[in-house]
């Protein structure tokens, strides 16, 4: 158990609708990082919240938004849903700001869009 | 966009064999990870090498990075039907934490 909790493990929607993924960090950790993984994609970076501000952005579409709660957990939104963005989604979570050392990985969020 | 690339994609073994499987990346890095993934399931950080060490072990695990080459392989020792999962190398930290394609290793009995 890394200790990196996600909620919900499955959720089955239709195109066009919004889901909230959420996210609680291990306890410490002020870090979260929110990743897609996709069999055509692979794992790929969306966005970085430290200590509740917006640290850094990868491959996260414009649809999608996240943000970090003051008690440290944060919440990916997925909006305008599409097909193609059918995929686990994982939150990790570190201490530090930058972490030179491992990311702790919740179980993931799967998300199928029909 | 992948940094590594791992090879094999997939291999497939008896227990008790050895499974290799190795990691190119593209630029230059301060230390190499490599992940464990069951699958669906999260990913399991396995062990770290930096850039200034050659090799590394962990348990049945054994870890080599060749930076001329701009590689690294992962080794498992006596795998076990367990060890079945994906495994990911990764460079960078942090929100630079950049996964190569994985290798699904299957470990039959």
């Known amino acids: 158990d890394s200790g990196v909790t996600q909620t919900p493990k499955h959720l089955i929607t239709a195109t066009g609708q919004r889901v909230t993924l959420r996210c609680s960090p291990r306890?410490?950790?002020?870090?979260v990082y929110w990743y897609q993984q996709s069999l055509d994609q692979g794992l790929q970076f969306l966005i970085q919240?430290?200590?509740?501000?917006?640290?850094a952005k990868g491959n996260i579409l414009e649809r999608f938004s996240a943000q970090q709660f003051p008690d440290l957990h944060s919440e990916l939104n997925l909006s305008s849903l599409e097909l193609g963005d059918s995929a686990l989604y994982f939150c990790?979570?570190?201490?530090?700001?930058?972490?030179?050392?491992?990311?702790?990985f919740g179980e993931g969020s799967r998300l199928t869009v029909l | 966009s992948q940094q590594g690339e791992e090879d094999p994609q997939a291999l497939s073994i008896q227990e008790g064999e050895n499974a290799t499987m190795n990691c190119s990346y593209k630029t230059s890095i301060n230390n190499l990870q490599w992940y464990r993934q069951n699958s669906g399931r999260g990913l399991v950080h396995l062990i770290l090498?930096?850039?200034?060490?050659r090799e590394k072990h962990s348990g049945r695990l054994r870890v080599t990075l060749d930076t001329s080459k701009k590689s690294s392989s992962l080794l498992i020792t006596a795998s076990r039907a367990a060890d079945t999962a994906s495994y990911f190398c990764a460079t960078g930290g942090g929100n630079k934490l950049t996964f190569g394609t994985g290798t699904q290793l299957k470990v039959e009995l």
């Open positions: 090498i930096r850039s200034n060490e």
């Open positions: 919240y430290y200590n509740g501000e917006e640290r």
């Open positions: 990790a979570s570190s201490v530090a700001y930058f972490s030179t050392g491992e990311l702790f």
């Open positions: 306890s410490g950790d002020l870090s």
